[in-house]
């Protein structure tokens, strides 16, 4: 019986997918006229364009355009995509889509360049970024299109999002409403492929294994046979057998991936990382922008809220610059309507509410004069609570900052400790790392942001420190920041500081309960984050620690919106590895790229917590 319902259950989610999907696909065919065009940049160079016009031609259209490295896909002018716009509302609303394959990628000429660095005073036609593409394909479709209102848009997520970034500098007059959702920003500190310094070796190697492969020349993605084949059923062990980082080239990768060495020769915050950051040139911005992004987004979380700091920091007051964080994964805005994310229900349909009630009268306001802009400066959603807020500022102003300090015996308050001498040892072990999640993974999963932590707690080289219940409601808004005292009998170590919401034992089990999840005593994940020690100082310069020697490790975590409800506590765990998501460290200060498997050894770790060394985790309470 229980197999028969679970076949009707898929049988009619395909069906009515299926459906949905060919009625879209039907609409943009009744309604849109697709043109392919080469638009020549001012170099020369030629970037392959797919255009689609209303077929109702009675009135003046604004422009939607994406600029992205995964295709422009379907190629050829009777070959329609099955929806326009990142959702169908656009595409009824009425819009001129524009889809570009950026520079070098897929049948656009030129070389490719991964996260393009901005070049702020150009001195000929010869010095291009993603800006001066951006402008030179508006100014050709205002110019060229019929029926356009002369107005543009820009959106896009990830990758994309970066591109929907980059046309800010320098942005074409007729750029008016930009939306860098989840944006690509920085792949040294926080997105994608490293975090504060510690390799993301999962989400890179699996990456770069497809999209770090070079075509040979303009090429459709049907044609191109030359991703790097590998096979793992089990992450943890594949990650584990693979060993020390040469490893990866010597037995994957080869000589093929250019962005892979590129790495692995700078190991450090040098120029090639900083080069790569567009958010020291988001300054001095005309259009509209409105930046978007997912607190639970295993990719571009730190995206998001750092690119709207920047607009915010670097442009006067009156710039329209508006954020909205939801409980959502990597793109779940436009993914389903919202309301279910692992094991987590958020009460409401989140993400349709965004799409018609944020998004959409952010471009009619903007590019179609329709509406009113009644959009706060924050929209965010607070789980726990499951409620959106409007702020005027993010992170709001209306806070307390306090410290939830570590105690003896696992205890954590936020009353600062008062004995003289107090500290938790255990041992970590670069062989045996702590898992980044419980159970079996093929692939690294996009539910381990909010995903039950009780596996981890149960290892010794996992410390951890939690609440008494609590007596009411503690909302936290804003900014986490982990401050350790340590000391390690190695000279180097990774720190992983996780925030998590405990569920009361008596927490009734959820109706329907497919997945037989027990929430009783369920340890949500809330905010986790990894720092590699020998940059506790600078990105730049690393630094060994000296061995015994209590140290301070503090960092920044990516901001929260979180209620913990009255009846739960608060949790931080405490641990040295989060395998295989990220990379292992040797524990011992060297150039972990070009580590021996050799080099990986046990240390001792200590985490005081002591009136002279107040080990803690610093959030802010919204009052």
Same mark, same amino acid.
């Given at each position: ?212 492969? /070079?075509?040979? $020349?303009? +090429? %459709? &993605? !049907?044609?191109?046979?030359? @991703? ?5 059923? *089990? ?44 958010? /020291?040139?988001? $300054?001095? +911005? %005309? &259009? !509209?922008?409105?930046?978007? @992004? ?5 990719? *571009? ?47 409401? $349909? ?274």
């Amino acid at each position: 019986m229980k197999k028969l319902l679970l076949f009707l259950g898929v049988t009619v989610w395909y069906t009515c997918t299926f459906a949905q999907t060919s009625q879209d696909s039907s609409y943009i065919r009744d309604h849109y006229t697709k043109m392919e065009k080469y638009i020549t940049m001012r170099d020369g160079k030629r970037l392959f364009t797919s255009i689609y016009l209303p077929k109702d031609q009675s009135k003046k259209y604004p422009i939607m355009m994406t600029r992205t490295p995964y295709t422009v896909a379907p190629y050829g002018e009777n070959a329609y995509k099955r929806t326009l716009g990142q959702n169908m509302l656009f595409a009824k609303e009425g819009f001129i889509f524009v889809y570009q394959d950026v520079r070098g990628r897929w049948m656009s000429e030129g070389d490719f360049v991964d996260v393009r660095p901005d070049i702020d005073n150009k001195k000929s036609n010869k010095e291009v970024d993603e800006s001066s593409d951006t402008y030179d394909t508006i100014d050709w479709l205002i110019k060229n299109l019929p029926n356009n209102n002369g107005k543009v848009g820009i959106e896009g997520i990830s990758y994309p999002g970066f591109y929907s970034t980059a046309s800010l500098p320098n942005a074409h007059p007729a750029l008016k409403a930009v939306s860098p959702q989840a944006p690509v920003t920085d792949w040294f500190i926080g997105d994608d492929f490293h975090h504060n310094g510690a390799l993301f070796q999962m989400d890179a190697f699996a990456f770069l294994t497809s999209f770090g492969v /070079p075509r040979p $020349k303009p +090429i %459709t &993605p !049907a044609e191109f046979k030359n @991703g790097i084949k590998y096979t793992e059923s *089990d992450n943890y062990k594949f990650y584990l057998g693979l060993g020390a980082l040469p490893n990866f080239k010597m037995n994957y990768l080869g000589d093929s991936v250019k962005f892979w060495d590129n790495m692995m020769a700078h190991p450090n915050y040098d120029s090639f990382w900083k080069g790569m950051n567009i958010r /020291p040139h988001l $300054k001095n +911005i %005309t &259009p !509209a922008t409105m930046v978007v @992004g997912g607190f639970f987004d295993a990719e *571009d979380c730190f995206g998001a809220l750092h690119v709207f700091e920047a607009l915010e920091k670097q442009n006067p007051s009156s710039h329209p610059n508006m954020l909205v964080m939801g409980p959502w994964f990597h793109g779940g805005w436009e993914r389903g309507d919202g309301q279910y994310f692992g094991d987590q229900n958020f009460g409401s $349909k989140t993400s349709a509410w965004f799409r018609e009630n944020v998004e959409l009268p952010f471009f009619l306001y903007y590019l179609k004069d329709e509406g009113t802009m009644a959009l706060p400066k924050a929209t965010i959603f607070v789980s726990g609570s499951n409620e959106w807020k409007k702020f005027n500022e993010w992170p709001p102003k209306n806070t307390v900052e306090k410290t939830l300090y570590f105690h003896t015996n696992g205890k954590l308050s936020f009353d600062e400790p008062k004995t003289t001498s107090s500290f938790d040892e255990y041992v970590s072990d670069p062989n045996s790392p702590v898992p980044y999640q419980g159970g079996v993974q093929a692939h690294r999963t996009r539910e381990y942001m909010l995903d039950d932590q009780r596996f981890a707690g149960r290892r010794p080289d996992v410390k951890v420190y939690q609440t008494d219940t609590l007596k009411e409601d503690v909302t936290l808004t804003g900014p986490v920041v982990a401050d350790l005292f340590s000391s390690i009998t190695g000279t180097d170590a990774d720190y992983v500081v996780k925030l998590i919401d405990v569920f009361p034992d008596s927490y009734p089990e959820p109706k329907p309960n497919p997945k037989n999840v027990t929430m009783a005593g369920y340890e949500m994940l809330v905010r986790g984050e990894i720092f590699r020690g020998k940059f506790r100082n600078s990105f730049e310069k690393p630094e060994p620690f000296i061995p015994g020697k209590v140290t301070e490790i503090k960092y920044h975590l990516p901001d929260v919106a979180h209620t913990f409800k009255k009846g739960h506590r608060i949790m931080i765990q405490v641990q040295n590895s989060w395998f295989p998501l990220a990379d292992r460290n040797p524990q011992k200060f060297e150039d972990i790229y070009h580590a021996k498997d050799s080099d990986f050894q046990k240390a001792t770790i200590r985490i005081y917590h002591d009136t002279q060394n107040k080990s803690g985790v610093k959030v802010t309470v919204l009052e």
